[in-house]
């Protein structure tokens, strides 16, 4: 076993939740063997072609990886290995909070053909296809953001990517409504933390209008402009919003998240053309936080 491949408790649990050998025309090459030429690759950031020929062809692994992001094989993934750690007890819903990191555009990342892509095989779009492939531009050239929401145990449970100059705020709510955690006794599964937790970039009336709406405590401080507003409204303007120290100080825990999601190279600088493979890119990542011990 090589440093950075999967250890057999965390194969032991991944296993049981990746597709089927034999379901295709041809035989499948050990899933364990491609996953960890994606882990080398996610970890060290070389291009494909630039794989040990211990992982086996790098076409093989390249395919497997861009297969399973267009097909939602990675999404699914991670939604069975949340139900596990939520079976376990491994999810801390007491704090969850929301943040996002812009991730520098490699130059190779530009230039994807203007056609849509389609999953092999099959005559639809990936899932997490964007037009605009999330690329953006900013300061610092080409840039890609990744917003998320982070439980307390410091592992992601939402991810989105999106352009690097878009606004945190407005993606609040599509990140909350990615929060989609599955019980394996049955019964609805859960979207609703305790508590929620975020900067000053998230708050506006309409996030504060959708989180009492779906009744989930949070604490986002006030910007000094939208008190102003608010007073210079009166009793128009509604009541001050609560606001506890306390609380807000675990807010460091997503950042914390983000930092161990950078840690991987191949995250930390986007490199692949499409968005829906970058999205991929990130899923293992976070896969591979919750497989750890």
Same mark, same amino acid.
């Given at each position: ?14 296993? #049981? *939740?990746? +597709? ?10 050990? *899933? ?14 070389? #291009?494909?072609?630039?794989? +040990? ?11 497997? *990886? ?12 991670? &939604? &069975? ?5 939520? =079976? ?10 929301? @943040? ?8 190779? =990342? ?18 997490? *296809?964007? #037009? ?25 449970? /939402? ?9 945190? &705020?407005?993606?609040?709510? +599509? ?18 933390? @305790? ?44 009541? #001050? ?18 930092? /161990? ?6 995250? /930390? ?25």
């Amino acid at each position: 076993m090589g440093r950075g491949d999967l250890s057999d408790s965390e194969w032991a649990r991944l296993r #049981p *939740h990746l +597709p089927k050998a034999g379901q295709r025309g041809g035989r499948w090459a050990s *899933h364990r063997r491609v996953i960890n030429g994606i882990l080398f690759r996610q970890r060290t950031g070389v #291009p494909w072609r630039d794989l +040990p020929a211990r992982f086996g062809k790098w076409k093989t692994v390249y395919e497997r *990886h861009r297969r399973w992001s267009a097909d939602g094989t990675w999404d699914r993934v991670f &939604a &069975a290995v949340l139900s596990d750690a939520d =079976a376990e007890g491994r999810i801390d819903w007491s704090m969850v909070s929301v @943040d996002s990191t812009s991730c520098r555009a490699h130059q190779h =990342a530009a230039g994807a053909r203007r056609r849509s892509p389609q999953v092999p095989g099959k005559r639809a779009m990936p899932r997490q *296809h964007r #037009p605009d492939e999330g690329l953006g531009r900013s300061r610092g050239g080409l840039t890609c953001k990744i917003h998320l929401a982070g439980e307390g145990g410091r592992r992601p449970l /939402a991810l989105l990517v999106t352009p690097g100059q878009w606004g945190d &705020a407005p993606q609040l709510i +599509p990140v909350m409504e990615r929060i989609r955690v599955g019980r394996l006794g049955g019964g609805r599964p859960r979207t609703r933390p @305790d508590h929620l937790g975020g900067d000053k970039a998230y708050s506006s009336r309409r996030n504060r209008r959708y989180l009492r709406r779906r009744q989930i405590k949070h604490t986002i401080p006030e910007p000094k402009s939208q008190r102003a507003n608010r007073k210079r409204r009166g009793s128009h303007g509604g009541r #001050p919003t609560g606001f506890d120290k306390t609380i807000y100080k675990r807010r460091n825990e997503v950042e914390r998240t983000i930092n /161990a999601l950078k840690n991987f190279r191949a995250v /930390a600088t986007r490199f692949d053309k499409r968005a829906y493979v970058f999205q991929g890119t990130v899923t293992v990542a976070a896969i591979r936080l919750w497989l750890r011990a």
